[in-house]
């Protein structure tokens, strides 16, 4: 992957003491979309994070079982079955993050992936607006460090 140019959304908002829940998107996306183009979400995703120079580091060597997490979480969150709390519990994100150093830096890195990922698996508007609305907001939701 080469190093991409930040994309003006890229810039995280204020990050204040009451931090926003993220919020359930309408329409159900899993409805539209079915569960295929998760999976390709999260595949795609994670081969931009197996190439990446400054996010690798922050996953596991391998990548299957986020693979699988990402996948099922985000069937989970845009409206399908809960395959991913029935096998991990609630998802927690904040707490799940807290371990890793997660600054504007590898905010807009884990962004820029995730758009690219959008593109890669070929979701089609308004359906990748909708989904980076949510990565963009949850993104700046689990930032822990200035």
């Known amino acids: 992957m080469s190093a ?3 994309h003006p959304q890229d810039r995280p908002l204020p990050v204040s003491g009451a931090v926003p829940v993220p919020q359930q998107p309408s329409p159900n996306l899993y409805a539209l979309l079915g569960p295929e183009p998760f999976w390709r979400i999260a595949r795609a995703f994670y081969a931009r994070i197996d190439v ?3 996010m690798r ?15 099922e979480f985000l069937i989970q969150y845009f409206g399908g079955p809960t395959e991913y709390s029935d096998r991990k519990g609630h998802p927690r994100l904040r707490m799940r993050h807290m371990p890793f150093a997660i600054d504007v830096a590898a905010r807009n890195g884990w962004v820029a992936c995730m758009r690219g990922a959008l593109q890669d698996a070929g979701i089609e508007q308004p359906h990748r607006d909708a ?9 700046t939701f689990l930032m822990n460090r200035e």
Do not use: C, K, S, V
Request: zero cysteines.
């Open 57 to 71: 580091g922050m996953f596991p060597a391998d990548l299957e079982e986020p693979i699988r997490n990402q996948a």
């Open 131 to 139: 989904m980076m609305a949510y990565f963009e907001r949850t993104a």
């Open 52 to 54: 990446h120079p400054t």
């Open 4 to 6: 991409e140019t930040p």
